[in-house]
């Protein structure tokens, strides 16, 4: 980690939504999704949380770093139709050691659609992906 990785860090990312970021499409082979409304979903939403919050790291780790998600408290208030431009707002509020926390606010045209927390985990990529699993083992 560099020693610009300090909070104040913050990072806009914007996103258009299209219809395959929605409900029926999270996971088509389940019923229960497939019947609700064309809708950004939660879990899509998650990902766009952290890749803004990836972005906002950018140029403040060390060669061979990355980070992982580690935990989300979340808000999910409001929906977002196809179309819609989603706004989030990532802002790193703790540095404590590899951990880091952000704030975080996404907003759409019409209305604040999640407010919360994201904690990330700074880890060396190459000792990471060392100890997954071998498939077929």
Same mark, same amino acid.
């Given at each position: %980690?560099?020693?610009? $990785?300090?909070?104040?860090?913050?990072?806009?990312?914007?996103?258009?939504? @299209?219809?395959?970021? =929605?409900? &029926?499409? $999270? $996971? &088509?082979?389940? @019923? *229960?999704?497939?019947?609700? @409304?064309?809708?950004?979903?939660?879990?899509? %939403?998650?990902? #766009?949380?952290?890749?803004?919050?990836?972005?906002?790291?950018? *140029?403040?780790?060390?060669? *061979?770093? %990355? =980070? #992982?998600?580690?935990?989300?408290? $979340?808000?999910?208030?409001? @929906? =977002?139709?196809?179309?819609? /431009?989603?706004?989030?707002?990532? /802002?790193?509020?703790? +540095?404590?050691?590899?951990?880091?926390? !952000?704030?975080?606010?996404?907003?759409?045209?019409?209305?604040?659609?999640?407010?919360?927390?994201?904690?990330?985990? +700074?880890?060396?990529?190459?000792? !990471?992906?060392?100890?997954? &699993?071998?498939?077929?083992?």
């Amino acid at each position: %980690m560099k020693d610009s $990785l300090r909070p104040g860090i913050t990072h806009t990312l914007e996103y258009v939504v @299209p219809v395959e970021r =929605t409900v &029926p499409y $999270l $996971l &088509p082979e389940s @019923p *229960g999704f497939t019947v609700m @409304p064309q809708v950004l979903a939660t879990g899509y %939403m998650v990902g #766009l949380i952290e890749w803004a919050c990836i972005e906002a790291l950018a *140029g403040h780790l060390d060669e *061979g770093e %990355m =980070t #992982l998600g580690t935990h989300v408290d $979340l808000s999910h208030d409001a @929906p =977002t139709v196809p179309g819609s /431009t989603v706004r989030i707002e990532a /802002t790193l509020v703790a +540095v404590d050691g590899r951990a880091l926390e !952000f704030d975080v606010v996404a907003a759409d045209e019409h209305a604040t659609i999640s407010t919360g927390r994201h904690r990330r985990g +700074v880890v060396r990529t190459e000792r !990471f992906v060392a100890r997954l &699993p071998r498939p077929g083992s």
